[in-house]
């Protein structure tokens, strides 16, 4: 059985999607999510092996997600446009579906999902080399996840705190979390994601990351808890 995510913010693609899925007798449509952030959040704690992922969604396109989880999980491209089909494939894409879809040409897709892939694990996992390129200074920067401490927000930018120094970035803290989606990155509070590698001590109001007291959110409090006594 093969357990599927819908990311989609139309009504009706998600519609045609959710029809389709129940025709195929391996598939199972676990939840429909409408953008990249609510995915994110629900792949951390989730087991999903296949992603049905419209290009245009707000905020966080599509295909930047998918840049984000190459090879862990097997992606379905769904779009209105075809001038992303080469970018599609260069990610690795198992299928790329032009809407309106017509049923067989979904059948076609889910007929190249790779039935001896592992299972996913039910989060996003770390990779110690995994990296992105933010926009500095109009030049274009690489981080490391590995080396960030911690980020802050100052509303419609960030700051990223890494091991060796600080950069900032016009980028909303939500849509950075996404973007990054690690499992090493938590949310501590509405203007903070920490490294949880870097956390040096703790307690129920803040977080210590080299020397940094990080506060911790009066609604945040009861997740932070629990990752922290894992």
């Not at 694990?121 to 490391?144: P, S």
């Amino acid at each position: 059985m093969f357990n599927c995510l819908i990311i989609e913010d139309e009504p009706l693609a998600t519609e045609i999607l959710r029809d389709y899925i129940k025709e195929v007798s391996d598939f199972h449509l676990v939840a429909v999510c409408r953008d990249v952030m609510s995915a994110t959040e629900y792949l951390r704690s989730h087991k999903i092996d296949v992603l049905f992922v419209d290009i245009h969604l707000p905020k966080v396109k599509g295909i930047d997600f998918i840049r984000t989880i190459q090879n862990q999980y097997q992606v379905i491209l769904t779009t209105a446009y075809n001038q992303y089909a080469i970018e599609g494939y260069n990610l690795n894409v198992v299928d790329y579906l032009l809407k309106p879809i017509e049923f067989n040409r979904f059948l076609q897709a889910i007929r190249k999902i790779n039935r001896n892939q592992p299972i996913a694990g039910v989060a996003i996992l770390a990779q110690k080399d995994h990296f992105h390129f933010f926009n500095v200074d109009k030049k274009q920067v690489k981080v490391f996840i590995k080396d960030i401490l911690y980020i802050e927000s100052l509303k419609d930018y960030v700051k990223i705190h890494t091991i060796k120094n600080h950069l900032v970035t016009k980028l909303q803290i939500g849509e950075l979390e996404s973007l990054l989606a690690s499992a090493n990155l938590f949310r501590v509070h509405k203007s903070y994601v920490i490294n949880l590698d870097k956390v040096s001590a703790y307690s129920a109001s803040y977080i210590e990351i080299d020397g940094h007291e990080i506060p911790v959110g009066r609604s945040y409090k009861e997740l932070v808890m629990k990752q922290m006594k894992r």
